[in-house]
């Protein structure tokens, strides 16, 4: 079974870069999976951010996609996220996750989350 | 790309049923049967609950069953339980590889 766990840094200054990184464990990140971020603001709902495949394609939420690189780093069976302009606005807790049973699957595991806040 | 409208709250007595609905337009819910449901207890990731509009993943109990009908998804849960206290989110793919989620739902059980 996939799990996947985040890291990066808490707090980000605001117009900074928010990078953060997903683990993969159980699995190769170069299985026929499609690997997710999705972010939640305080007290908000859930906000599709973007995917990326191993291949390196991406899809990107439009409203977030001039300020968004998600990238995969085989080596490391690691994907990562970055959020470039950040502000107060951005922040969230952070999830990856991903449809492992297929693309259209729904996603059916998801890392633990992570809190990240614009602050300066 | 516009957030699917969800009611913010829902209530009900153990042993009822409640439905929620997740409203959508037609470039999203009313074209793709890819309607996902998804809780969330406090302070925890959300879980995989129906995918494909009425799908259940393994074992997510038979009480909770999906439909769609035109622009709007519906999750009914049957048989309330103390345990589906929580929150649920609808989630929908909108076309050219892009997805959209629900507002939420607070569901409550009296």
């Known amino acids: 079974q996939v799990q996947l766990q985040e890291s990066g840094p808490g707090l980000v200054k605001p117009s900074g870069t928010l990078s953060l990184t997903c683990a993969v464990s159980?699995?190769?990140?170069?299985?026929?999976?499609?690997w997710s971020w999705v972010r939640q603001s305080p007290g908000k709902g859930l906000e599709w951010i973007g995917e990326?495949?191993?291949?390196?394609?991406?899809n990107y939420n439009p409203s977030l996609k001039s300020r968004v690189t998600i990238s995969v780093d085989k080596s490391k069976n690691q994907f990562s996220l970055k959020l470039t302009s950040v502000t107060a606005a951005d922040t969230a807790v952070y999830y990856c996750?991903?449809?492992?049973?297929?693309?259209?699957?729904?996603?059916?595991?998801w890392g633990q989350g992570t809190t990240v806040t614009v602050s300066s | 790309q516009s957030a699917l409208t969800q009611p913010p709250s829902a209530s009900g007595s153990p042993g009822q049923s409640v439905t929620i609905s997740c409203t959508g337009t037609?470039?999203?819910?009313?074209?793709?049967?890819?309607v996902s449901w998804y809780r969330q207890h406090p302070g925890k990731a959300p879980k995989l609950m129906v995918y494909?509009?009425?799908k259940r993943p393994s074992g997510v109990p038979d009480r909770l069953s999906g439909s769609k009908s035109g622009n709007t998804a519906s999750l009914t849960v049957s048989g309330l339980q103390a345990e589906d206290e929580a929150d649920y989110y609808c989630?929908?793919?909108?076309?050219?590889?892009?997805?959209?989620f629900g507002g939420g739902t607070k569901l409550t059980v009296l």
């Open positions: 990326v495949y191993h291949t390196g394609t991406t």
């Open positions: 037609s470039s999203d819910v009313g074209t793709y049967n890819y």
């Open positions: 159980g699995g190769s990140i170069s299985s026929s999976n499609w």
């Open positions: 989630s929908s793919y909108a076309g050219s590889s892009h997805w959209v």
């Open positions: 494909e509009v009425f």
């Open positions: 996750a991903s449809p492992t049973g297929g693309y259209y699957y729904g996603m059916d595991v």
